[in-house]
């Protein structure tokens, strides 16, 4: 009866630590995909704009919403959307870093300016056009194969 409970124990100490594995698994995968870096919290000191935005590259020309917020020290926060329901792109940037996600960023991504996927350069360009006074009602913008008006 003593081994029928120690094989009974060991079948089921297997699942104990594949339960851990997979929970520790979760754990890294979570901590990977969020960023360590804090970006400024919008305040009543930010600026906000809202219009439109024309988006072109290579393949794709669209049209949706924008509202962009900045504060005195360059800090952006940029959305583009189609109608209340689809965020096509957000974006969190300062001097030195960024956040991209939405359908247009794919899987999204995070880091240095300096690092950022080809794709995503025109997107973090726009920081300075943006911010810089004085703040014009049409914003013409282009790089490379990406090409962007903005309407406020």
Known sequence: MNQAVAVD???HSWRWRACGLLAGLIFLTGCAATSPHRFAQPSPGWETRSGQLLYR????TLIGDVVVRFSKTGDLDLTFSKGPGLV???VREDSSFAD???VLARNG?????DRAPVQLRGWLGL????VRPPHR????????TQSFLFQF
């Open 9 to 11: 124990l060991n079948r």
């Open 57 to 60: 590259n290579g393949q794709t």
């Open 88 to 90: 096509l792109l957000t």
């Open 100 to 102: 991209v996600k939405g």
């Open 109 to 113: 991504w995070s880091g240095p300016i």
């Open 127 to 130: 920081r300075d056009e943006l």
């Open 137 to 144: 009602q049409v914003i013409r913008y282009q790089t490379g």
